[in-house]
């Protein structure tokens, strides 16, 4: 069960990863890179970096790192593996894509994640 790569593809680069991040960890722009600090590491310095011309972000004090999806999962505690069609609708909210738009394909990844989660 998944959303249809067009989807996804849509959805990921419809969101800008500074944006994105800068709404949960204050960034500032060093360079051609954004940097900020996660967690407890604001007692060793700067541990986020992130590169908006490549869309991908990385914790230099851990590693965590990744595209739009990755800080998502990262930042509701959520596996990217057993979680993506949540981690992809979070993503389509904060892009404005509507859901309402979906693929057959895609609604039907919908309606089967819904069943096992009622089953469990």
Do not use: Q
């Given at each position: 069960m998944s959303f249809s790569e067009d989807f996804?593809?849509?959805v990921k680069f419809s969101i800008d990863i500074v944006y994105l991040i800068g709404r949960d960890i204050p960034l500032h722009k060093?360079?051609?890179?954004?940097?900020?600090?996660?967690?407890?590491?604001?007692k060793s310095g700067e541990s986020l970096v992130v590169t908006p011309n490549k869309q991908l972000w990385r914790n230099t004090k851990g590693?965590?790192?990744?595209?739009?999806?990755?800080?998502?999962?990262f930042q509701h505690?959520?596996?990217?593996?057993?979680?993506?069609?949540?981690?992809?609708?979070?993503?389509?909210?904060?892009?404005?894509?509507?859901?309402?738009?979906?693929?057959?394909?895609?609604?039907?990844?919908i309606a089967e994640e819904?069943?096992?989660k009622k089953m469990l």
């Open positions: 996804k593809n849509r060093k360079g051609g890179s954004y940097k900020g600090t996660i967690g407890k590491a604001g590693t965590e790192g990744g595209d739009v999806f990755d800080w998502i999962a505690g959520l596996d990217r593996n057993l979680n993506f069609t949540e981690i992809v609708r979070i993503a389509a909210d904060v892009a404005g894509i509507p859901l309402e738009g979906l693929s057959a394909e895609d609604k039907k990844a819904k069943d096992v």
